[in-house]
């Protein structure tokens, strides 16, 4: 993005000029949230919430397995993790639980 006339900031994906809160909003990136609407980032550990087939590994995830060290991909529906030797693991918000 590039500055613009006055305080709005120009958006050269979309093209439209921006006011500074919204420029901020959209930086920031998506709000991924799990099945219970508890707002996930980067680092957090999660549980799933359902058995989950994971194609190509042969191998189901069971329910409440605790998933560490999340990372989100931009994308508002997907985190990104990592489980006992699948590495990139890709599972959908819906399906997991922020642990507290």
């Known amino acids: ?3 613009g006339a006055g305080d709005y900031v120009y958006d050269e994906e979309s093209g439209e000029w921006l006011s500074p809160e919204d420029a901020a909003v959209q930086a ?7 099945a219970v609407g508890n707002l996930l980032a980067d680092g957090d550990a999660v549980t799933l919430t359902k058995d989950l087939k994971v194609k190509g590994a042969g191998q189901t995830l069971k ?5 560490k060290s999340i990372r989100l991909t931009g ?4 985190i990104d993790c990592r489980h006992d030797g ?6 959908r918000a819906e399906f997991v639980k922020k642990r507290t």
């Open 28 to 34: 920031a990136g998506p709000e991924v949230v799990d």
């Open 63 to 67: 329910r409440g397995t605790l998933i």
């Open 75 to 78: 994308d508002a529906q997907e």
């Open 86 to 91: 699948i590495k990139g693991l890709v599972l």
């Open 1 to 3: 993005m590039s500055e």
